[in-house]
């Protein structure tokens, strides 16, 4: 409304409008607002009571094609004029003549209505509000969803709501005003002569998405297209995740996150209910006018002058018509949003000031249209950020009074998700053309990378399809309901952003949390420019895969890491203290870059308190609680193992909200029990029955849920088995719906309603309420306190789920932190915290979470992941897909079985985590937990700084210490009981009276008893009691048989148990029957009413009917409300008619409706049948026909049943409609249609195909045999020739045509390739014959037909331990480019393997894998065959020909040496010479290679693929001077001098030594010198080498140089061959000390090892070998070596310790001895000229995670840095000693740090005489 006063005139007040500003008063409730703003349209806007009300709280007419013409005419021309009200309400109004109401368009709220013969009309949300006598009565009405009601007291008249609403939609011409004065789109089209689905390119002068540098610039990642953007265009909505969002807030990301990530979109909770958008989008509009608005207080045909969008996202050429339209006059201008790059960070609030200043002037011109545009945004350009922009001029031209004269529509590339476009509607934005999103879409359709043949039209649309769905889905969770009221309604908080960008782009945006300031936001948006466009552009390809969705090594910081998952596991798993110790200090080092509460530390007290004075570990566990994880997200073995767990340590597990089978909670062996605890209620309402109910100490109600909060959830069909079925009281195979929370707990009335009712369901039971943290919900955590909730949760933003969209998971709820200390907080000053206690939850991990969490105001802590990764989870992330491959979060019978977690593992972890929390305790001082408990004056920011962002945060709100906001009041949770008064109770008589029944000494009873509308939750505690003794078996029917007189209060009989049988005469309200439980209620009017008072024309029950009944049967004479049956999955009733949204989610059941029905009957109805008698023929046109069909009724079946139940129903109830029925039957069946839902038809099918299995075994028809299909329907299959052949071996069927290749990847499935196909067991050539020749062992072509496969069987890890720190040191992204392998995009595949690896063809050959030992498949199968992958695709790639030498088009001018050329060398040359600078690589060998061409024989290592890589590397400037040995022919000194930097490369190249009797002897030799002298002999050189041919050879040593020395002595033809290996043989598979993850240490069969046992008929190698003495022949030549056995035991500390074992003497023959024991360190001439330090190990030293040495301007990497080890160690230390000199020389780097990210803080702008576009391929799958 203040916008509008730029606008507003007023013929009546004049100059004097301007004194009834503001016209909504600050700081007043909803209500007063909408006082303030329907008095002012009475008295100053030309409207009559009844016309401003309407204008204001419409129906939802968009999409009711019911709604009479001319009334929708008139909601559409109000709605020209102002958005509607849009929230569930009752309003009444009155002027003093005319007293009326209307109710909310979605109808949440109850309101009936009496009228009397005497002339009166009582209206209130209940009835039996006034004793009225029955005799006076003539009608019983509600209002309807969006009805109103108006009496005139003076004429003494009642005018219904369409009679009102015709009368003003007729008072002014409004149809012919739209018709001629409303614009469109296609009006816009039209008067360019152009069709609206005409295509018209964007700016198509960009080149394709793989090198598209808008990418980089606007803050894309390869994630961004593969896991939404495809989905947009594949499946026309958002691709779902699971697990929840473990990711660094924005706030604290040091990956340059977009301005969009410092919002959390609010949602609605307890204050107003949030909408399905899918099932009940009937009152779902994104329809929208935009454009200058007219003045609202002048009734005109000036209001429809106004472009009407049916949706925000506009096409390409939607903006294109608009941008040049002159249509009726109207003009666009266009305001560029960027700014030059020359102007850097301080460049961006001057571009803010400009464009907002542009905005205001385009205005004054006369523009209609304002179009920000970052179109502009390249090389020479920055675009600010389209949030600021939008939200900067939406509020600044509300100062100016100019908002309202112009609309805003944004053309912006960086807009892609859900999130961005509904904050940016949110912050003032009417229409939003996301260019880039659909140009990078238009690029992989063009390059058929979709796998979608459609045109680029058809692809727009699909996208807009998309984002419709999903931005309604984000506006259902606020319950708002039309974009008209979402656009510029601000529904979020910022998380860390300064009050100083609030102030000027947010005003009046939430936030608690002052932070992120311009000059930081600025300094991020130009390191996102420099990326894109940045002259040294280096390494920045490999930062496009930045893993803000799943963890990437060296990317945004995720809590669950690899290496604290592997941790824990080992703790957990083995009661290692130690690997918790590590767990606990990786998981602080994660939550602190994560989290808030990672920013704050402790004030110890000076001396700790004794362990001793400390609560036991015992106590403390109790106060710990497993998170609603349901069975059905969790397989029934892990959902059972955390229930076992909790039980045994005196702590609580928690069902969810899939139910708990009674064979769980009946049994009571405390040691073994299954038991939950805690049972959930939540909107689905699965299993939720009395006897449920009675078995609990906790009953949760889930108002909302961390991950998700605001939304419901779906179970698809193919996961409900059997036993979920029967736990959730549904039918196998059919799909179960989660309604969002709205139908019983949508408010805090209804919510305090339910609180209620569980308390009478299990008066013994706590009762809590589940929140999740937001702005706001401290006040709503008060209010739950106030409706008498014993236990308040408050959920963190990130906590886990089984699936949602990525925009639920990443962009809704706020951090616990902020909740847990507002909500405790609040309590405190209101007095309410001693009435409950505070659970937190989210991501909760270390003793230190825990106590920070309580010194926040938290009593109990919920935990979820953590102990899912105690029992082996391993974060895969793809719950949501059934395929957990450890048996976690799956239903798959095969992957249930590899579940192998236990009880124990989650008791150890919680008793570690208790230990832990106790020495916290003893170092702050206190001796039991509940000392801890609000202490926030314990708590400060933590001494060391993350980052600059970081230093940022202020705390102060958070840290506020209660008690000092209100002295003295008690905080101990839960120590004041809440008072239900349950002792007044009705059901207290109705159990004394029933006593001998349920005890079992009396058959029956009758009971008699007159009942009132403050009588609620009638019979439910009578039900407890059956229930507590009976569970759901019940009593025999009628046992209990209970008359009741008067009103039913609110729920009357919810959960009524079996064998109770209740009729009512008179009426009830809502929830009559809620989770009916196998009672019977039959309700019916009173005997003495009017004779002309007829049932099927009145209202008899209120809202939300049988809600989640689960059996019996109800039955009732008159009308329902809105939302009958709602979730019925096992009941049968019958009524006379029903409102809105009835049977919405059944599952099963039976209703009867013997009248009208309202609209969208049947959404969501997945089982059961309806049976309508549709006399009127209208029902069609009301039923929601998505998930279901209409038809006849079956004579046999359904004729039988309506025909049975409709005579019980008339015995009953007397029912005048049912007996006419029945009186004429064959007549009125003619009438009924079956409501027959699609899923449960096939369910039922499944079912009969399954129990007809036998016989179709046995029966064989016509040829044909029957095979069942998974949808259960039965198709014909060909029987098979007797002469078909065998089924083989899918690997053997694979053969060299096109055709069956491509029917073989057609096939494939990678989805579930882990569980399908099994790895490549032989890479290598057959032993038989390669090992008599010298060429590479590496079968290729088999590798490479079978590369497709083994690709299937990578599971795309959401947490990839294969590049975690016991997987690739290079952190290669693994998981991509398998995938694209197995989509056939080889050179994308090569693009992302090349941006971690400079030499994948050495590392595919030659590294050991630990990638593969990392892998998760290798917990419970063989791993990927990840190498082969790697070595398949780059020698692919130099096949094809891509691989060329890239110069950098940038020299910096810096000379850098390297000396040494082994893999760690080049690797270091390869990185700087990409980074602009000279490099010179000294090598003392005559070739380049190192190891890799001396070390590594011929048969492992292709010798020209090395000097192929050179040659490369010299065409890319590298220069190589060989034969130079640095320290001897050149002095290090003068080398440093002449140069910018030295890296010493020179690898460890002194061999261990065998210092033992006889060394000196002729024939023993190091290794390194046995194939250094045989590989340059091969390569051509004329020396001399060792020869083993007719030798009997040992080699000492095992490893891959010993393995080397194997295969080179059998191909020179070695008499005979034996290793010694010193340690224990080790064992097949791994032991208990060697967990996954870490290196598996297990026997291997390498080549070497192969092909000695074929020709000499064992494996050469001996275990548990010492050797003793070298002897000799007397002529100084070696002979044999004398050894003993020795034998390896661990010692009391747990070290390994050696022993000979005695009598075990034993001589070897041998005349060949090779020392292949590794190396000691490298030469020390060149270290010692340069006086560089070293480690103990004789290493060249630098600190910790640096390559500096000692001296200035030397740096080291490689062997001679760390130590001996891999060749992809190696690679790795080059690269990041080079990004480190890189850095030192430059001041800046774009060179890949850790896992192959850039580091943005080190990207800066640097000047240069020529700056050249670089353009950095992009891979997409």
């Known amino acids: 409304m203040r916008a509008r006063e730029g606008v507003m005139m007023s013929s009546k007040f004049g100059d004097k409008l301007k004194l009834l500003y503001p016209v909504v008063e600050a700081d007043m409730p909803d209500s007063a607002k909408v006082d303030n703003v329907l008095e002012f349209l009475i008295t100053a806007g030309g409207r009559s009571l009844p016309e401003a009300v309407m204008t204001m709280v419409p129906e939802a007419w968009q999409n009711d094609p019911l709604m009479d013409p001319e009334k929708k005419d008139f909601y559409r021309w109000a709605a020209f004029a102002m958005e509607p009200w849009d929230g569930p309400a009752l309003l009444t109004f009155s002027d003093g003549r005319y007293v009326g109401a209307i109710l909310d368009r979605n109808g949440l709220r109850p309101s009936r209505y009496y009228i009397t013969k005497s002339g009166y009309m009582v209206m209130a949300s209940e009835v039996g509000v006034l004793d009225i006598p029955n005799e006076d009565v003539t009608q019983k009405g509600r209002l309807q969803p969006g009805r109103m009601l108006l009496v005139d007291t003076v004429v003494g008249e009642v005018t219904k709501d369409e009679e009102l609403k015709q009368q003003i939609a007729r008072q002014r011409p409004v149809g012919k005003w739209l018709k001629e004065q409303a614009i469109t789109l296609k009006d816009l089209y039209a008067a360019r002569g152009l069709q609206s689905s005409v295509t018209m390119n964007g700016d198509s002068g960009h080149p394709p998405v793989q090198s598209d540098l ?86 005109s045909e000036e209001q429809c002058q106004r472009l009407f969008l049916d949706r925000p996202i506009l096409t390409l050429q939607d903006l294109s018509v608009i941008k040049t339209t002159d249509y009726r006059g109207w003009k666009t201008k266009t305001i560029d949003t960027t700014f030059p790059v020359t102007d850097g960070a301080a460049g961006l609030l001057p571009a803010i000031d400009r464009i907002c200043g542009e905005c205001s002037q385009g205005v004054e011109e006369g523009y209609r249209l304002l179009v920000l545009s970052d179109r502009q945004a390249g090389e020479q350009r920055v675009p600010v950020s389209s949030l600021m922009s939008i939200g900067a001029v939406h509020h600044h031209l509300i100062k100016t009074r100019q908002r309202l004269k112009v609309g805003l529509i944004l053309e912006t590339g960086e807009a892609r998700e859900m999130h961005h476009f509904c904050v940016l509607v949110g912050f003032g934005a009417d229409a939003i053309c996301p260019y880039l999103l659909y140009e990078s879409l238009i690029s992989l359709n063009d390059q058929n990378l979709l796998g979608i043949d459609i045109t680029e039209d058809e692809l727009q649309q699909r996208v807009i399809q998309a984002t419709s769905k999903g931005i309604s889905k984000v506006m259902a969770k606020m319950g708002i309901s039309t974009l008209h009221s979402y656009k510029g309604a601000q529904i ?105 509460r990672g920013q704050l530390d402790f004030k110890f007290i000076d001396q700790p308190l004794d362990l001793s004075e400390i609560e036991p570990a015992a106590n403390i566990v109790k106060r710990f609680v497993t998170g609603a994880m349901s069975f059905g997200s969790l397989s029934i073995e892990a959902h059972s193992t955390l229930a076992r767990a909790m039980n045994r340590i005196g702590a609580k597990s928690n069902t969810g909200e899939g139910g708990e089978n009674a064979d769980r909670y009946l049994v009571k062996d405390p040691k073994n029990s299954a038991r939950s605890a805690i049972k959930q209620v939540a909107s689905g309402r699965f299993g939720v029955t009395s006897s449920y109910l009675a078995n609990a100490d906790e009953l949760q109600i889930k108002m909302a849920q961390g991950a998700k909060p605001g939304e419901g959830g779906e179970l698809p069909g193919h996961k409900v088995t059997d036993d979920i079925a029967h736990t959730r009281h549904s039918v196998p195979w059919v799909g179960l719906i989660s309604p969002p929370p709205h139908h019983d707990i949508y408010s805090i009335e209804d919510l305090a309603e339910l609180i209620y009712n569980l308390k009478c369901a299990n008066p013994v039971a706590r009762i809590s309420v589940k929140l999740v943290s937001e702005v706001g919900v401290g006040v709503i955590a008060a209010g739950v306190a106030k409706g008498k909730a014993e236990h308040i949760t408050i959920s963190g933003h990130d906590g886990g789920t089984g699936a949602s969209t990525w925009t639920g998971i990443k962009h809704a709820g706020l951090p616990w932190e902020l909740g847990i200390s507002e909500t405790h907080q609040t309590l405190v000053l209101n007095d309410l915290r001693s009435r409950v206690k505070l659970q937190t939850d989210g991501q909760l991990r270390t003793g230190r979470d825990v106590v920070i969490a309580g010194m926040l105001g938290a009593d109990e802590f919920a935990f979820s992941t953590a102990p899912l990764i105690a029992m082996g989870c391993t974060m895969m992330r793809k719950c949501h897909l059934n395929t957990c491959p450890v048996g976690v979060a799956t239903q798959d019978p095969e992957l249930r079985k590899k579940f192998e977690g236990q009880p124990e593992h989650v008791v150890n972890f919680f008793f570690m985590l208790a230990e832990e929390i106790r020495t916290y305790m003893a170092k702050l001082g206190a001796r039991t937990f509940q000392e801890l408990i609000g202490r926030t004056d314990l708590l400060k920011r933590a001494d060391t700084v993350l980052s600059e962002k970081s230093q940022l945060l202020q705390f102060d709100k958070v840290l506020t210490n209660a008690l000092e906001m209100r002295p003295g009041v008690n905080i101990i949770g839960g120590s004041v009981k809440q008072d239900f008064a349950l002792e007044e109770r009705l059901d207290n008589q109705l159990i004394a009276e029933a006593r001998d029944v349920i005890d079992g000494t009396s058959k029956q009873c009758n009971i008699k008893v007159d009942a009132g509308n403050t009588v609620r939750a009638f019979a439910t505690t009578l039900s407890y009691e059956v229930a507590r003794k009976y569970s759901d078996e019940g009593l025999p029917d009628k046992s209990i048989n209970i008359e009741v007189k008067g009103h039913g209060g609110q729920s009357f009989c919810a959960f009524l148990s079996k064998g109770i049988h209740v009729e009512l005469e008179g009426d009830s309200n809502d929830y009559v029957c809620k989770g009916l439980s196998g009672g019977t209620v039959v309700i019916y009017p009173p005997k003495d009413l009017p004779a002309e008072f007829k049932s099927e024309e009145n209202i008899i029950v209120g809202n939300v009917c049988l809600y989640g009944a689960t059996s019996g049967k109800a039955y009732f004479r008159g009308t329902a409300a809105e939302r009958f049956c709602v979730r019925n999955s096992g009941a049968t009733a019958i009524v006379e008619g029903v409102g809105d949204h009835g049977c919405e989610y059944m599952t099963g059941g039976r209703v009867i409706i013997l009248g009208p029905t309202g609209r969208n009957f049947a959404a969501g109805m997945s089982g059961g049948f309806a049976y309508i008698f549709n006399k009127s023929g209208t029902f069609e046109s009301l039923c929601n026909m998505e998930m279901v069909a209409l038809e006849p009724l079956v004579k046999d079946i359904d004729i039988t049943f309506l025909k049975e139940h409709l005579q019980e129903y008339v015995t009953y109830t007397g029912s005048e409609v049912a007996t006419h029925i029945l009186s004429n039957l064959e007549e009125s069946l003619k009438y009924f249609v079956k409501v027959f839902p699609h899923e449960y038809r096939r369910a039922l099918k499944s079912i009969s195909t399954q129990k007809a299995k036998e016989a179709q075994k046995r029966g064989v028809e016509n040829g044909l045999v029957t095979k069942p299909l998974q949808n259960g329907s039965i198709s014909p299959v060909a029987k098979k020739s007797k002469k078909e052949p065998s089924v083989q071996d899918i690997e053997a069927t694979i053969a060299d045509t096109e055709m069956e290749q491509k029917m073989l990847d057609k096939a494939l499935d990678k989805t579930r390739g882990f569980m399908k196909y099994h790895r490549q067991r032989k890479p290598y050539r057959p032993a038989e014959t390669r090992y008599k020749d010298w060429g590479e062992i590496y079968n290729h072509q088999v590798v490479k037909k079978e590369l497709k496969m083994q690709a299937a069987r990578c599971m795309d890890c959401g947490t990839p331990f294969c590049q975690s720190e016991t997987g690739c040191p290079l952190g290669n992204i693994i998981p991509t480019w398998n995938d694209l392998v197995f989509k056939d995009q080889w050179k994308e595949a090569l693009e992302r393997l090349l941006a971690t690896n400079n030499f994948p063809e050495f590392t595919g050959r030659c590294c050991p894998a630990p990638c593969e030992g990392a892998c998760v498949l290798g917990i419970n199968a063989p791993a990927v065959t990840i190498k082969n992958i790697e070595c398949t695709i780059i020698d692919h790639a130099f096949e094809q020909g891509w691989i060329k030498p890239q110069p950098p088009a940038f020299r910096t001018g810096k000379k850098v040496v390297v000396v040494g050329s082994g893999p760690s060398g080049l690797a270091c040359a390869a990185q700087l010479n990409k980074a602009g600078h000279t490099v010179t690589v000294y090598e003392r060998n005559d070739r380049v290679g190192g190891l890799l061409m001396y070390g590594i024989p011929t048969m492992k290592m292709s010798k020209p693929a090395v000097l192929r890589r050179r040659e490369l590397m010299e065409d890319e400037g590298v220069t190589f001077i060989t034969g130079t040995t640095i320290g001897k022919d050149i002095d290090a000194r003068e080398l440093l001098d002449s140069n910018d930097a030295i890296v010493m490369c020179t690898g460890a190249t002194r061999p261990r030594n065998l210092p033992i009797p006889g060394r000196d002897l002729e024939g023993i030799y190091f290794a390194i010198q046995f194939l250094e002298g045989w590989q340059k002999n091969q390569l051509g050189n004329l020396n001399e080498y060792i020869d083993a041919k007719g030798k009997d050879v040992v080699v000492i040593g095992g490893g891959d140089t010993g393995c080397d020395c194997i295969g080179t002595s059998l191909r020179m033809d070695a008499k005979s061959i034996t290793s010694f290996e010193i340690l224990t043989e080790p064992p097949p598979t791994r032991a208990n000390d060697n967990p996954w993850p870490t290196w598996p240490r297990i026997l291997r069969v390498d080549y070497g090892h192969e092909e000695v046992k074929i020709k000499h008929g064992q494996d050469p190698r001996l275990f548990e070998i010492m050797s003793e003495e070298f002897l000799d022949d007397g002529a100084g030549n070696v002979t044999g070596i004398r050894t003993c056995q020795v034998s390896w035991t661990k010692d009391e500390a747990g070290r390994w310790k050696m022993a000979k074992v005695p009598d075990t003497t034993k001589t070897f023959k041998a005349d060949l001895v090779l020392l292949a024991m590794g190396f000691l360190g490298p030469e020390e001439a060149v270290v010692d000229q340069l006086g560089l330090d070293k480690d103990p190990r004789s290493n060249i030293k630098s600190s910790k995670g640096k390559f500096r040495t000692s001296i200035p301007k030397v740096y080291a990497a490689g062997d001679c840095h760390r130590g001996q080890s891999l060749v992809v160690h190696a690679i790795n230390e080059g690269r990041q000693a080079a990004r480190e000199v890189d850095l030192d020389l430059m001041g800046q780097t774009a060179l890949a740090g850790p896992g192959g990210i850039v580091i943005q803080s080190t990207l800066h702008p640097i000047t240069a005489p020529d700056q050249q576009q670089h353009q950095q391929p992009i891979a997409v799958a």
């Open 492 to 596: 979020f908080e910022a998380v860390g952003l300064s009050k100083e960008v609030i102030d000027k782009c947010f005003i009046g945006c939430a936030s608690r949390l002052d932070g992120v300031n311009f000059k930081v936001l600025a300094q991020e948006t130009i390191a996102r420019h420099q990326l894109a466009y940045g002259i040294r552009s280096a390494d920045a390809a490999s930062h496009l895969e930045p893993g803000w969705y799943h963890w990437r090594d060296g990317g945004e910081k995720h809590i669950n890491d690899p290496t604290s998952i592997a941790h824990l596991q080992d703790a957990t798993r083995n009661k290692n203290q130690s690997a918790y110790e590590k767990y606990s200090a990786s998981q602080q080092q994660s939550v602190r870059s994560c989290t808030l």
């Open 214 to 299: 808008r990418l980089p610039l606007f803050g894309y990642s390869l994630e961004h297209l593969n896991l939404l953007l495809v989905p947009y265009a594949k499946n026309k909505k958002e691709a779902l995740g699971s697990m929840g969002n473990d990711a660094a807030l924005a706030c604290l990301s040091q990956n340059t996150p977009l301005m969009f990530e410092y919002f959390k979109q609010l949602f609605a909770q307890v204050t107003n209910p949030p909408i399905d958008p899918i099932r009940e989008s009937i009152v779902m509009s994104l329809a929208c006018p935009v454009g200058p608005e007219a003045n609202i207080l002048e009734p």
